[in-house]
């Protein structure tokens, strides 16, 4: 699809990035090309100035002032006022108390994951349920409030953020291909997609991720190298593995558990999310092992198609989480990163688009369990086609960018929403903002399922009833 420059949206107030890593760095330009503000509107805190010549060649003032607990309230009000917008693409800061002062200065925000402060991820003072993205996403949503309020968009990027989207597309393309078209007008709330996904037998929905994008200078000893932030994804992949849980499922795993509050669509294992492989499918890898790193969609999907009964129990629920292969280099990293239990290494090298020789990041929602089996909705996007859509970007950066655009065109659209989920916004809004940087769009359906190949060279202990059972998913 084209890349055409007229804004989406006109934005009067003043917008602050607060973290200038390669997603807020790959924004850059699709902010100029797509939303109507001046350039001295929009300003950027970060930690360092490390990229200070990417900052002062788009022309946008940069204040490099690490955010903390003892000071973002005081940085936030020099910079904000009432009708403004904050980014947030940072780590370590604490997204939580963002949006409460968002919420009680009239501003807006976004972001693409709900962090914590520094060390939250591995503070072993705290449960893992504590340090997971169940609690962060519950915190978050307690700050809701009636009536109007300013919007927050919460973990708007691609995942979590546009896979919610892909899901629903997913569900309307089964619907269609299986003859139980959706009825008309097609679902608009969350009881309408969760009837639907109930309907038409959905049992599980993975993320599937594989990433083939190769690094012109491969991964050194005591180096950890990765597409997209290290620190990041150090920091998601030490915390427990989570999955929204589905209601086939026959029996809770042996480390796993219930939070015990909140919506309880979802689990967590008392295992690192980095260290716990599952089975997965795209369309050009085929059957692969991913890693089940916590992620929020693998909740709010989870909750949003969840079906209760009268008396409030669960008819229905898919099981939804994360199944991702990063980059091969990546892999080698988590490997090393293991092995000096999860300390990270010294070395540490987030691959710009120039540092990449070839490869594509095919990411996309599998919907299982239906009456084809598998599909398979997502994007294929090579490094090649990022460079040439927008400068700043690989492919991993740029389907995330593109999520974190469509979120802040939909907020600014939508000014008084309050704190919102992506599953809670009108997918087709969003993804028509969000799909000209995508590259190819896909859907295929497959009759793979996780017992496909198994037991042949050796015995396994298989449910042979249910392929969807997450035991059949987990690698042991």
């Not at 969350?190 to 993975?206: F, P, S």
């Not at 909750?303 to 292969?325: E, Q």
């Amino acid at each position: 699809m084209p890349v055409s420059p007229a804004p989406h949206v006109d934005f009067a107030g003043r917008l602050l990035i607060v973290g200038f890593g390669c997603i807020a760095r790959g924004v850059l330009p699709l902010l100029f090309r797509h939303v109507g503000i001046a350039r001295d509107r929009v300003r950027i805190v970060t930690a360092d100035d490390g990229h200070a010549a990417v900052a002062r060649e788009w022309g946008v003032a940069l204040r490099v002032e690490p955010l903390t607990r003892a000071n973002y309230r005081q940085v936030l009000a020099e910079e904000l006022g009432p009708g403004d917008f904050l980014l947030n693409l940072s780590i370590d800061v604490g997204s939580v108390d963002l949006i409460a002062w968002c919420r009680d200065h009239g501003v807006l925000y976004v972001d693409a994951c709900i962090e914590p402060w520094a060390g939250g991820y591995t503070d072993a003072n705290l449960t893992p349920s504590q340090r997971s993205n169940y609690a962060l996403r519950e915190q978050a949503l307690a700050l809701r409030g009636p009536g109007a309020q300013p919007t927050a968009v919460l973990t708007h990027g691609v995942n979590p953020g546009l896979v919610s989207h892909f899901v629903k597309q997913a569900l309307l393309d089964v619907a269609e291909a299986v003859g139980a078209p959706a009825p008309e007008p097609e679902p608009a709330d969350r009881n309408g997609w969760a009837a639907l996904a109930q309907r038409l037998g959905v049992r599980v929905i993975h993320v599937a991720e594989r990433d083939t994008q190769v690094a012109r200078v491969p991964k050194r000893r005591g180096e950890f190298v990765n597409t997209w932030s290290v620190e990041g994804f150090v920091g998601e992949g030490s915390q427990p593995a989570e999955l929204g849980w589905g209601s086939h499922e026959c029996a809770l795993p042996p480390d796993g558990r219930r939070h015990g509050f909140g919506c309880d669509a979802a689990i967590y294992l008392l295992r690192p999310g980095a260290g716990t492989p599952v089975r997965s499918w795209t369309p050009l890898e085929g059957p692969y092992r991913g890693f089940l790193v916590t992620h929020g969609e693998s909740i709010s999907i989870a909750d949003h198609l969840t079906v209760r009964a009268p008396d409030g129990s669960v008819a229905y629920r898919p099981t939804v989480h994360y199944a991702y292969h990063p980059c091969n280099d990546a892999v080698l990293s988590l490997h090393e990163l293991a092995g000096r239990e999860w300390r990270l290494q010294d070395g540490r090298r987030t691959l710009e688009a120039g540092d990449i020789v070839d490869g594509m990041d095919e990411l996309g929602v599998l919907l299982g369990g239906h009456a084809r089996t598998s599909y398979w909705y997502g994007s294929r996007l090579t490094n090649e086609q990022a460079r040439a859509l927008a400068p700043l970007n690989n492919a991993t950066s740029l389907q995330t960018a593109a999520g974190v655009l469509a979120g802040l065109v939909w907020a600014m659209r939508h000014p008084d929403r309050g704190i919102v989920d992506p599953d809670e916004m009108d997918f087709r809004e969003v993804l028509a903002v969000a799909r000209p940087y995508l590259g190819e769009m896909v859907g295929v359906f497959s009759d793979w399922t996780p017992l496909q190949g198994r037991g042949e060279l050796f015995a396994e202990d298989l449910d042979t009833d249910d392929p969807w059972q997450f035991g059949n998913v987990r690698v042991r």
